[in-house]
């Protein structure tokens, strides 16, 4: 699920502006999950806008704001009533995917997004994964280095540890402690000795597309 948090009201503020009208954009799927963009968000940012002499011309949820084609869909009735701007309440992906259907209309974001992760309570939510293009989870016992460590080291521990406590922020486990004690659990120490290739970043230069429809 990708993680989002809400951005202060006034930052969403100083965004819209003297802007007159506004619309909202919702979504259904991960920022409903993280209670930043579902129906309750929407209303309590709409009435925060009336509140300040806005008005809000229309609101819609999308089932996945990162889905082009249902975002288009939805935003057509907001665009229509052509605001000052549009507020989407998703991650950046979302907004971009908005901001792509209202060519002549600004689209702000309501929301920082913060990272790929998973729900490991109800309300509490763990960075597990940057996207990094190039997965070593089989080599590091399942364990993300590239997250887990405040370092991003992809070849074993910084030698700050103590007590298995990681030096940059001591309330958290050292990821390379973490790596060789599942490793050894799982029996495949082996492979903390075995010779790795150079992460590469090639595979991180951006903007990437993935395409299923031949190579691009
Ligand atoms: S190694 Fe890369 S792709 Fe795999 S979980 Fe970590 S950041 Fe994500
Ligand atoms: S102590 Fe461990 S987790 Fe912390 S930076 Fe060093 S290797 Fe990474």
């Known amino acids: 699920m990708i993680i989002t948090q809400k951005k202060p009201l006034e930052e969403i503020m100083a965004m819209v502006g003297n802007a007159k009208t506004v619309a909202i954009l919702g979504c259904g799927s991960c920022a409903t999950a993280c209670q930043t963009g579902g129906e309750a968000q929407i209303n309590e940012l709409k009435s925060a806008l009336e509140a300040t002499g806005k008005t809000?011309?229309?609101?819609?949820?999308?089932?996945?704001?990162?889905?082009?084609?249902?975002?288009?869909?939805?935003?057509?009735?907001?665009?229509?009533?052509?605001?000052?701007?549009?507020?989407?309440?998703?991650?950046?992906?979302?907004?971009?995917?908005?901001?792509?259907?209202?060519?002549?209309?600004?689209?702000?974001?309501?929301?920082?997004?913060?990272?790929?992760?998973?729900?490991?309570?109800?309300?509490?939510?763990?960075?597990?994964?940057?996207?990094?293009?190039?997965?070593?989870?089989?080599?590091?016992?399942?364990?993300?280095?590239?997250t887990q460590c405040a370092k991003s080291l992809v070849n074993g521990p910084c030698g700050g540890q103590k007590n298995g406590k990681?030096?940059?922020n001591p309330e958290n486990d050292?990821?390379?402690?973490?790596?060789?004690?599942?490793?050894?659990?799982?029996?495949?120490?082996?492979k903390l000795t075995r010779d790795r290739d150079d992460k590469g970043y090639e595979a991180v230069a951006y903007p990437r597309v993935i395409t299923l429809r031949g190579k691009k």
């Open 174 to 190: 050292c990821a390379w402690i973490k790596i060789y004690n599942r490793l050894e659990a799982t029996g495949q120490l082996d």
């Open 56 to 146: 809000v011309v229309g609101t819609a949820v999308a089932d996945y704001c990162c889905m082009a084609l249902g975002v288009k869909g939805k935003m057509k009735p907001l665009v229509a009533a052509n605001p000052d701007c549009i507020i989407c309440m998703s991650c950046g992906d979302g907004v971009q995917c908005a901001a792509k259907t209202a060519p002549n209309i600004p689209v702000y974001p309501s929301n920082n997004t913060m990272f790929l992760g998973e729900a490991a309570r109800f309300g509490v939510w763990e960075e597990a994964c940057h996207f990094c293009g190039e997965c070593v989870l089989g080599q590091t016992g399942a364990v993300c280095p590239i």
């Open 166 to 168: 990681c030096e940059v």
